[in-house]
C-alpha cells in the first residue's frame, strides 16, 4: 500500500483519539502525533480547520487535506489514494 505522511492532533483523554491510535498501530501506518493540550498553535491550526471547534482526532495530510474523526478505513481509503 503507497502511504503518505500525515499527522494526527489529538488529547491523552479522548477516547476516539485512543481507538484511531490503535487501530493505525495495528495496521503498520506511521505518522506524527501532536498533543493539543500540549500545543496551542496545534489546536488553534484544528480549530481552524472544524469550524472554530477544537475536534480530535483531526488528521493533517502532507497536501494540506484532513479529516476529522476518521475511522481506520476512511484513513486505509485515503492513504490508498
Given at each position: 500500500m503507497p502511504t503518505e505522511s500525515f499527522?494526527?492532533?489529538t488529547t491523552t483523554w479522548c477516547p476516539f483519539c485512543r481507538r484511531l491510535t490503535s487501530d493505525l498501530a495495528a495496521a503498520g501506518?506511521?505518522?506524527t502525533n501532536?498533543?493539543?493540550d500540549d500545543d496551542r498553535e496545534a489546536g488553534e491550526l484544528v480549530?481552524?480547520?472544524n469550524g472554530g471547534n477544537r475536534v480530535?482526532?483531526?488528521l493533517v495530510f502532507a497536501d494540506g487535506s484532513s479529516m476529522t474523526n476518521p475511522?481506520?478505513?476512511e484513513v486505509?481509503?485515503?492513504l490508498a489514494g
Open positions: 499527522t494526527m492532533y501506518i506511521d505518522y501532536v498533543d493539543v480549530k481552524s480547520l480530535v482526532p483531526t475511522s481506520i478505513d486505509l481509503e485515503r
